[in-house]
């Protein structure tokens, strides 16, 4: 199994590294296309992330504005 393994992973290897000549063409449209599409799904990962940490927050800070605010007034009604 050995003997076997080390010729075929040599010309694995060696084809792997032969570089060979594109037989295709991407034009400036197809590419820009690809970075957009990944751009975008790059962007909406991290925007997902955000609010997933910015918006409790946010309602926590907005929530304890609004106590204040409410507990201030109930204060100057009970007088």
């Known amino acids: 199994m050995k003997r076997t393994a080390a010729p075929l992973f040599a010309l694995t290897l060696i084809a792997l590294l032969h570089p060979a000549t594109a037989s ?8 820009a296309g690809a970075i957009a599409a990944v751009l975008g799904v790059i962007g909406s990962i991290l925007l ?23 507990a201030s007034g109930s204060d100057k009604t009970a007088k």
């Open 48 to 70: 997902a992330i955000v609010a997933v940490i910015y918006y409790p927050i946010k309602r926590m800070l907005k929530g304890g504005k609004a106590k204040n605010t409410r």
């Open 24 to 31: 295709a063409y991407i034009g400036p449209g197809v590419g």
